[in-house]
């Protein structure tokens, strides 16, 4: 099997985008809930910042380190 290796990491990118979309909307509600609780949000507005750069700041679509999620 030949694999293109620039088809490839543009797929990666993709799935990585995908993944990150997937952890902004999950934050969404957290944060909502967060927010109706008096919890401090700027962990939360720390941490979805750090999601939309995932894609910008690591350079490596084979190793993404995510960040961690606020304790609630």
């Not at 620039?6 to 997937?22: F, G, L, M, S």
């Not at 962990?43 to 999620?69: C, F, G, M, S, T």
């Amino acid at each position: 099997i030949i694999v293109n290796p620039t088809k490839e990491t543009a797929i990666r990118w993709q799935r990585i985008r995908v993944e990150r979309d997937r952890r902004l909307t999950r934050s969404d509600g957290l944060m909502l809930r967060a927010q109706e609780t008096g919890v401090a949000l700027e962990a939360w507005r720390v941490y979805r910042q750090a999601l939309r750069d995932v894609p910008h700041e690591q350079a490596n679509p084979k190793a993404i380190v995510w960040p961690d999620e606020p304790r609630a």
